[in-house]
Nanobody, 124 residues
Framework: QVQLVESGGGLVQAGGSLRLSCAAS????????MGWFRQAPGKEREFVGG????????LYADSVKGRFTISRDNAKNTVALQMNSLKPEDTAVYYC?????????????????WGQGTQVTVSS
């Protein structure tokens, strides 16, 4: 069992930055690939990015590539999502997720644990 809690969401103007954090407790954090997903109103939840167990490889959705960065600290059981150059279309509830696969990819079925989400609102 892994419990995930996101924090850091809020309201920001377009072009601004936010840093989301996800704190994990329970089983050994380092065995999980970690992903970030988001769900905008009226839309399906979508993959934002993922990071492998050791933190040496990351994968991003095309829509955020070059603007968002995922990192993790296995000693502190945390994973972060640094979001720069935010756009109104980035407005969504953001979720972190933990999966047992080594590669943290876009398939939601690969993730067995999810946080409760944190709201990010980008104003124009």
């Amino acid at each position: 069992q892994v419990q995930l809690v996101e924090s850091g969401g809020g309201l920001v103007q377009a072009g601004g930055s936010l840093r989301l954090s996800c704190a994990a407790s329970g089983r050994t954090f380092s065995i999980y690939g970690m992903g970030w997903f988001r769900q905008a109103p009226g839309k399906e939840r979508e993959f934002v990015g993922g990071i492998n167990r050791s933190g040496t490889n990351t994968l991003y959705a095309d829509s955020v590539k070059g603007r968002f960065t995922i990192s993790r600290d296995n000693a502190k059981n945390t994973v972060a999502l640094q979001m720069n150059s935010l756009k109104p279309e980035d407005t969504a509830v953001y979720y972190c997720a933990a999966g047992s696969r080594a590669v943290a990819g876009p398939s939601q079925s690969d993730y067995g644990y999810w946080g409760q989400g944190t709201q990010v609102t980008v104003s124009s």
